[in-house]
């Protein structure tokens, strides 16, 4: 139990720094949902003296969880409102649905690679994010019977936008995607006028690749 607390008090403080130290630029809304959520329990056992590093951190199965200032950044720019329902693609460890559930009403998560949907799902259940709702599948055909969304958010990047994520974006709604091959991604701002998308080239990045449909095949 003492080991348990000293850990506890070492991680609280170190995402404290992490707030302080990274994330200054931030608006205060987004830093107070970081400073809540504890990163380290979206890691692994062995990374989690990582976690609050200014740098991504593997998760395993070719994954990893972004780096503060970038999750930070997606979370600016999506620009959530309390009222808002957000559709997020790519679940990873469920971290960036669990800051987001901080500051909206609903978030609905797809996350295409199954151990890491069963994780994260039992991560944000025990933290008690009980307004994340989790999907295992492809996360390039969205979640119709949900939509439509008041934004999308997207943590993989596909060469080029999936219809289907468009479609279930609501008017005047917003869309926070990376896109491009691995070696030349840009973030994207996408907000939806009509049934077209006006875009914005926010910064270069690097995300993993979407895979599924996106990538040319389907999930058997």
Excluded at 8 to 29: C, G, N, T, W, Y
Excluded at 88 to 98: D, F, H, K, L, P
Excluded at 174 to 200: A, N
Aim: hydrophobic letters at 45%; charged letters at 20%.
């Amino acid at each position: 139990m003492k080991n348990w607390f000293s850990h506890r008090i070492l991680f609280d403080a170190a995402r404290k720094r992490m707030v302080r130290e990274q994330l200054s630029e931030f608006p205060p809304a987004v830093r107070a949902a970081m400073e809540h959520v504890p990163r380290h329990e979206f890691v692994p056992e062995d990374k989690q003296p990582l976690a609050y590093e200014d740098h991504a951190v593997p998760i395993g199965f070719g994954q990893t969880i972004s780096q503060p200032w970038i999750v930070a950044t997606m979370t600016t720019q999506l620009n959530p409102q309390p009222a808002d329902r957000v559709l997020e693609i790519g679940s990873g460890s469920g971290y960036q649905a669990a800051v987001l559930a901080q500051l909206v009403t609903e978030v609905y998560s797809i996350e295409i690679v199954e151990p890491l949907a069963r994780l994260a799902g039992e991560t944000l259940r025990r933290l008690g994010c009980f307004n994340v709702h989790l999907r295992l599948g492809d996360g390039s055909a969205g979640w119709p019977e949900a939509a439509p969304f008041d934004s999308v958010i997207v943590t993989c990047a596909p060469e080029a936008v999936p219809a289907p994520l468009i479609r279930q974006l609501k008017a005047g709604g917003r869309m926070l995607i990376p896109v491009g091959p691995l070696d030349g991604q840009e973030l994207f701002v996408f907000e939806k006028l009509g049934d077209r998308l006006v875009e914005q080239a926010r910064l270069p990045v690097r995300f993993v690749p979407m895979t599924g449909a996106a990538a040319g095949f389907s999930r058997k």
